[in-house]
């Protein structure tokens, strides 16, 4: 048997199908490649799992229950797959998919979506202050003021000593692409370890 569709108990042929279409579900934030290439190997996960057996009703709802709960596992596979995207392509909105998708994966994956955020905002404001910079006359750029503390910002009434003068555009624009394009680059790496469905140990999909 090289599909569950061949299989021939109706009501156990149902349940596959029904499992599947959640899978499908799930992988929606995928592209149709990517998303094809999971749901053929949890496919055959199943297939493995009913070999030998009747793979009548009961069969397929033990393989089921050996693979598990999609809405457990799938989150954080997409989450990982989003990532690993981003750190490929380095796209804004690649980087931003991979961020809510990570959030939703449970407190870790929270914690970590704020901190990226905050890393990227960071990078952000950083090249946003660069450009003001060469195309306002608003006082930006990091300044001595007279109580001796440092600003680094823009603020019309800023009174105090620009310490870095033009200079502070191109520092604060290549800094804020460094930012980015280093945090893209950790985020495309980072995978935090999943349980491999109990029918194969040793697979980690």
């Known amino acids: 048997m090289s ?15 029904n499992y599947f279409a959640r899978i499908d579900r799930a992988l929606a934030p995928l592209s149709r490649d990517e998303a094809a290439a999971v749901r053929q190997e949890l496919e055959a996960h199943i297939l493995d799992a009913m070999a030998g057996t ?12 050996q693979l598990g ?7 954080q596979l997409v989450a990982d797959r989003l990532r690993a995207r981003a750190g490929r392509t380095f796209g804004p909105l690649d980087v931003a998919a991979a961020i809510l998708r990570t959030a939703v994966t ?6 970590t ?19 003001l910079k060469l195309t306002t006359n608003q006082a930006v750029g990091v300044f001595r003021l007279r109580t001796g503390e440092l600003f680094i910002g ?3 009434t800023v009174d105090g000593v620009d310490l870095l003068g033009v200079w502070f555009a191109p520092l604060a624009i290549v800094t804020g692409l460094a930012l980015y394009l280093l945090l893209t680059w950790a985020y495309g790496r980072v995978k935090r370890p999943r349980a491999p ?5 040793s697979n980690e999909f």
């Open 69 to 75: 709960d999609p809405d457990e596992f799938i989150p």
């Open 113 to 131: 979506a704020i901190v990226m955020s905050i890393g990227y905002l960071t990078a952000t404001v950083l090249i946003i202050l660069g450009i």
């Open 154 to 156: 823009a603020d019309e």
């Open 54 to 65: 009747p793979a009548g009703e009961t069969d397929a709802r033990a393989a089921l229950e």
């Open 3 to 17: 599909s569950w569709i061949e299989v021939g108990d109706v009501q156990a042929r149902t349940l596959l199908a």
């Open 106 to 111: 449970g407190v870790r994956g929270l914690l």
């Open 197 to 201: 469905p109990p029918s194969d140990p």
